[in-house]
């Protein structure tokens, strides 16, 4: 049997720009002999719909439109995600459901039964779980139907389940050879690989062959990367669709055939999935031009990097904004850069409205020394000047603080915080690093000389990132154990790091909720992003590790 993974870029209520895209791939799957064309969870609607869900008039608007989607799609047999409208009370308002396409109608509608409500996922919120095995019979064979979360629950893969029950398994009991699964899966580092490990664990368990549709393409902080697969009843890899593109992968589950072994470089997938991420978010909310301060430093050159492959670089402008303190190498690293790129450039210097602003404060900070407050009213200049530009021209500034700045508060809130998207905001400044190196493995895109410089806010003399934080390679470690990994800081200062520095970082994190909180959205790269994955209290008194 021939079967066509569907992998799809949504846009969140284009209803129509969406059932679009199912019919052309629709029809690229017949063409291609597929009698079955399967494509990922809520791609009718767009994923994640949120609180779009439970508005009536985008429901409505949902059920007229894929009636309309199966009346368009012939030749060809098609499972469709999409929210559909539940009656059952009490419950939920809604469905995730596949619907399955037939002969010019909506046969059939399969729902989710396994809700995830943890990380970025808050699917209890709305939907009501289906309760039954899902399959149909299609060439003389049993199709089971599953989606995304149904398949997240194999008791041999997973240490801890977090279900009772098991969709793949009940499928595979009812004797379906074949199981489909049409999903959402967002991306974070190493995430393809764990997919597939996990489906070729459950494909020999269940003794089915077993294929997975994933959407692909960015909607606001989420990354879908695609990489759809299918796997055979002895676990191997029979097809595989490319990362973060769209793509009609036909699988012929009857004469499998082992896929080539992907070539995946880590700093690669990092670099395409921001690209993607920050051209989807642009695109889908109307912009198409971008603005972003060019420091002569790594975070915004790789920032600049990003947008121009993502936009095009007649479609980015890069703006220095030099104050008293700022070195003559950084301004000639961010011109190296713009020309390297070949993106616009210009200077608008800020010191004569530093002058100014300080003059109009001078009354009331007479009997107070200079200190971090005349810092940061730098850094809000220079936001106010991105602004500003933004407006004019009609671009999305784009922020360019890491991480690990953002994890310990070394930013200015209504500064460089200030923006539309903060495309690294969930990299490491370790990992910038490494993604930098890889931009510049075969020629010097970005200036080696803002790889090699000491990192710094250059917001007073000889000031670097280090007079204030631990060394990178250091803070990161403790990031990474203390936010992804979510480890006691026991077990922290355990792994080999000084406990004074451990809980001063661990302090930073805690106080900073409040910044991380007004910031703009940013890119989910990592298993565990600050934003809608992590939600801590602003105002709480907790600190671990000390008496409370």
């Known amino acids: 049997m021939k079967i066509a993974l569907c992998q799809i870029n949504s846009t969140v209520g284009d209803l129509s720009g969406n059932a679009q895209r199912i019919i052309a791939a629709a029809a690229r799957a017949r063409e291609a002999g597929a009698v079955l064309a399967v494509f990922p969870e809520l791609c009718l609607s767009g994923y994640p719909p949120q609180d779009l869900l439970l508005r009536p008039a985008f429901m409505d608007a949902v059920a007229a439109q894929l009636n309309q989607l199966a009346s368009e799609i012939l030749g060809v047999t098609a499972l469709v995600g999409t929210p559909t409208t539940s009656q059952k009370r ?16 909506v046969e059939t509608l399969f729902h989710k039964r396994l809700l995830p409500t943890y990380d970025v996922f808050d699917e209890d919120r709305y939907f009501e779980p289906g309760n039954s095995p899902a399959f149909f019979e299609l060439g003389g064979n049993k199709i089971g139907v599953t989606i995304c979360e149904d398949i997240w629950n194999d008791g041999d893969f997973w240490r801890e389940r977090r279900y009772s029950s098991d969709p793949l398994h009940d499928l595979a009991s009812l004797g ?16 393809e ?7 070729r664990c459950a494909a020999t368990d269940e003794n089915c062959s077993i294929l997975l549709c994933n959407a692909v393409g960015g909607n606001d902080h989420l990354v879908f990367d695609g990489s759809s697969f299918a796997v055979s009843p002895s676990g191997t890899v029979i097809a595989r669709s490319p990362s973060f593109e769209e793509s009609v ?3 012929d589950t009857e004469c499998p055939t082992p896929a080539p072994e992907p070539t995946t470089i880590p700093e690669e997938m990092i670099y395409r999935a921001l690209v993607l991420g920050t051209r989807d978010y642009l695109h889908k909310c109307g912009f198409s031009k971008a603005v972003l301060g060019l420091s002569g430093g790594i975070d915004s050159s790789l920032v600049a990097v990003i947008a121009a492959d993502a936009l095009g670089a007649e479609n980015v402008l890069g703006v220095s904004l030099p104050a008293p303190v700022s070195s003559e190498g950084s301004l000639r690293d961010a011109e190296a850069l713009a020309r390297s790129l070949g993106i616009g450039y210009t200077v608008v210097p800020i010191h004569q409205p530093f002058e100014s602003v300080c003059w109009s404060l001078s009354g009331v900070f007479a009997p107070y020394p200079t200190d971090v407050t005349e810092e940061n009213i730098q850094s809000r200049l220079r936001g106010l000047t991105l602004m500003a530009i933004s407006n004019k021209f009609k671009s999305l500034v784009l922020t360019t603080g ?16 200030s923006g539309g998207l903060a495309v690294i905001s969930d990299l490491p400044k370790t990992v910038v ?11 010097e895109i970005i200036p080696d000389s803002c790889i090699s410089k000491p990192p ?24 990474h154990q203390y936010v992804e990994e979510n480890k006691p800081v026991r077990d922290i200062i355990a792994s080999g790091h000084d406990p004074a520095t451990v809980h001063d970082v661990v302090r930073l994190v805690d106080l900073n909720e409040y910044k991380r909180q007004q910031a703009a959205p940013g890119l989910k790269i990592t298993p565990r992003a600050f934003g809608r994955g992590r939600r801590m209290p602003m105002a709480q008194r907790f600190r671990e590790g000390l008496p409370h």
């Open 90 to 105: 009490p419950g939920r308002p809604c469905y995730n459901s596949a619907a399955l396409l037939r002969d010019g109608r």
């Open 176 to 191: 379906c050879s074949t199981i489909v699964n049409l999903s959402a899966s967002p991306w974070h580092s190493g995430k």
């Open 249 to 251: 992968t036909v699988v």
């Open 433 to 443: 690093y490494q993604v930098c190196r890889w931009i510049n493995r075969e020629r």
């Open 193 to 199: 690989q764990l997919r597939e490990q996990m489906i």
């Open 402 to 417: 890491n991480k690990s700045e953002l994890a310990v508060g070394y930013c200015t809130i209504y500064g460089d915080m």
């Open 456 to 479: 710094s806010a250059e917001l007073r003399e000889n000031q670097t990132d280090q007079d204030s934080l631990p060394p990178y390679d250091i803070l990161d470690s403790i990031l």
